[in-house]
T-cell receptor, first 111, second 114 residues
Framework: GESVGLHLPTLSVQEGDNSIINCAYS??????FIWYKQESGKGPQFIID?????DKRQGQRVTVLLNKTVKHLSLQIAATQPGDSAVYFC??????????FGKGTHLIIQP | DSGVTQTPKHLITATGQRVTLRCSPR?????VYWYQQSLDQGLQFLIQ???????AKGNILERFSAQQFPDLHSELNLSSLELGDSALYFC?????????????FGEGSRLTVL
């Protein structure tokens, strides 16, 4: 079935570098995507969202890019810090069907 | 702190038993969502309630049921438990009146079925 997924289960980056976490989706009718961060022992926390009428959206140290042509979105984290260590999920909002989450990418920060 | 409260935080029980997980949404939020998180399946949407009424249903087993009470707290009932039901169960709530993907998650209830 159609689903939202992530390319890599684990991503390791040096502290201070930029991180890029990728997500592919297969439902071409999807029009709203969200990134969540889940720290160890906690529930997921909303980071940023983007609608399909946009290609890019920026937040504080984070940027989400959406490429509808190849059905791909990414989360960029600038100047990665130890506190960014977490599992990152992309999710697709299917309205009345709730959020559909990908399996997550574990971001590991190397000192 | 998201403002969503879940109890209990941890629960250990045996196969065949029944448990109830409880969730209090953020003050003012009318929607409550339940998700199951396991290592191999990620976060799976189970069910959503809005102001006491079932709004959407996901991959919820027939052995599971939920309800939302007039005070807006919700309970998820899991019965005839199997080993495979061991997982983290999250409750989330969202603000009323706006189509957003911003859910506020509790810290989860970890269920272990032995």
């Amino acid at each position: 079935g159609e689903s939202v997924g992530l390319h890599l289960p684990t991503l390791s980056v040096q502290e201070g570098d930029n991180s890029i976490i990728n997500c592919a989706y297969s439902n071409s009718a999807s029009d709203y995507f969200i990134w969540y961060k889940q720290e160890s022992g906690k529930g997921p926390q909303f980071i940023i969202d983007i609608r399909s009428n946009m290609d890019k959206r920026q937040g504080q140290r984070v940027t989400v890019l959406l490429n509808k042509t190849v059905k791909h979105l990414s989360l960029q984290i600038a100047a990665t810090q130890p506190g960014d260590s977490a599992v990152y999920f992309c999710a697709e909002n299917r309205g009345a069907d709730g959020l559909t989450f990908g399996k997550g990418t574990h971001l590991i920060i190397q000192p | 702190d998201s403002g969503v409260t879940q109890t209990p935080k941890h629960l250990i029980t045996a196969t065949g038993q029944r448990v109830t997980l409880r969730c209090s949404p953020r003050s003012g939020d009318l929607s409550v969502y339940w998700y199951q998180q396991s290592l191999d399946q990620g976060l799976q949407f189970l069910i959503q309630y809005y102001n006491g009424e079932e709004r959407a249903k996901g991959n919820i087993l027939e052995r599971f049921s939920a309800q939302q009470f007039p005070d807006l707290h919700s309970e998820l009932n899991l019965s005839s438990l199997e080993l495979g039901d061991s997982a983290l169960y999250f409750c989330a709530s969202s603000a009323p009146g706006y189509n957003t993907g911003e859910l506020f998650f509790g810290e989860g209830s970890r269920l272990t079925v032995l």
